[in-house]
């Protein structure tokens, strides 16, 4: 678990996934319309194009992910950060839990669980819609 939350931290997409199972699937607690990428991955080839995804439009200024525990098969993990939104240059300060699941060894599922609804008023307020295109003001 510690390998995959270091892999991640150091955004480094082949190492994650090296951890994840072949049908890993990556959760994101958001509306689709919301992100200008998949709120929900299925298998590494998906996982590998979300990750790279949330890494080109999300610049980390300051992530730290701590590991808060583990029961069996399941591991929390608390991310508190500081992004720059790239197509805006805005700054979002955070946190968020995750839920990663592992058997023999490897992630199975990992749940982003983000405060949604703040989330999309963040991009609403700096005006840009899940392509990335300015939102005309009515």
């Not at 060894?105 to 840009?128: C, N, P």
């Amino acid at each position: 678990m510690l390998s995959l939350i270091d892999s991640w931290q150091a955004e480094d997409v082949e190492q994650t996934l090296a951890l994840c199972h072949a049908d890993i699937v990556f959760l994101l607690n958001a509306e689709p319309e919301t992100l200008p990428y998949a709120v929900e991955a299925r298998g590494k080839a998906a996982v590998r194009t979300l990750m790279s995804e949330m890494l080109a439009v999300w610049e980390r200024l300051s992530y730290l992910q701590v590991l808060l525990g583990a029961d069996g098969d399941v591991g929390r993990v608390q991310t508190s950060y500081r992004l720059r939104h790239r197509p805006s240059g805005e700054i979002l300060i955070g946190s968020k839990r995750s839920v990663v699941q592992i058997r023999d060894g490897l992630a199975t599922e990992i749940k982003q669980l983000e405060d949604a609804a703040r989330l999309a008023a963040f991009l609403r307020l700096v005006g840009r819609d899940r392509s990335g295109d300015d939102i005309p003001q009515l």
